[in-house]
């Protein structure tokens, strides 16, 4: 789990491609470094990897043909720059949402446009990822947690603040650049119990049955 608060851009030292699919991709990094384990999760650009190799520098992570197809980190090359995370404590803050890094698909940027201090980025979403869109609502773009400002027909846009664009790789972006996108957990999970078939009420309920019921053994009221 993590929070769509991005830590530090870390840059890919190198990616092997083996046949069978899958690569092995070393990053270079300094802060997701510290206190950092084999086995730990860790977030590249929004996806959920796991640390298979530390050195004093960078990380390898071996990627899955999956992640490979349904993600970015199929686009990158030696020198892409990369959002790191490490994964939530709980002992801490919680800023952003919660995100997964379980990326629900990929979108074009659309167009970006600057006014002053803010820059307004615009998405076209398939149906299958709109329906978990609100306006105000949370959601990662490249595991950035980001709140959408509007949503218009299958666009949705995001505002992005100085801050954002300083720290993550939003300030390498350009329009028709591909992003990774996680869709809230929330809005998930609320669309299937909403699907779900509801339970059978009964069609009749005999109340006389409970006349005379004091309750469970041990959970008598006491008397007066």
């Excluded at 043909?65 to 990158?76: D, I, M, P, V």
């Amino acid at each position: 789990m993590f929070t769509g608060i991005v830590e530090e851009v870390g840059i890919v030292r190198s990616i092997q491609r083996f046949g069978s699919g899958w690569s092995q991709i070393e990053v270079e990094a300094k802060v997701v470094l510290q206190g950092a384990k084999v086995g730990d999760s860790i977030a590249i650009d929004g996806v959920c990897q796991t640390i298979k190799h530390i050195s004093p520098h960078s990380f390898i992570v071996d990627t899955l043909a999956e992640s490979l197809k349904k993600t970015t980190l199929g686009f990158l090359r030696s020198g892409s720059k990369v959002n790191l995370e490490r994964a939530l404590r709980f002992d801490g803050r919680m800023d952003g949402h919660f995100v997964q890094g379980h990326v629900s698909g990929i979108a074009r940027i659309q167009t970006i446009q600057r006014e002053k201090d803010n820059v307004y980025v615009t998405f076209d979403l398939p149906p299958s990822l709109l329906h978990y869109c609100v306006p105000e609502g949370s959601i990662a773009l490249d595991g950035i947690s980001l709140t959408i400002a509007s949503i218009q027909d299958n666009t949705i846009t995001v505002n992005l603040i100085p801050v954002t664009l300083d720290r993550t790789t939003w300030k390498y972006k350009k329009e028709g650049d591909w992003v990774n996108v996680e869709t809230d957990i929330i809005g998930r999970y609320v669309k299937k119990f909403l699907e779900a078939t509801p339970f059978p009420t009964p069609k009749t309920l005999n109340w006389e049955s409970f006349r005379g019921w004091n309750g469970f053994p041990g959970n008598e009221l006491p008397e007066e």
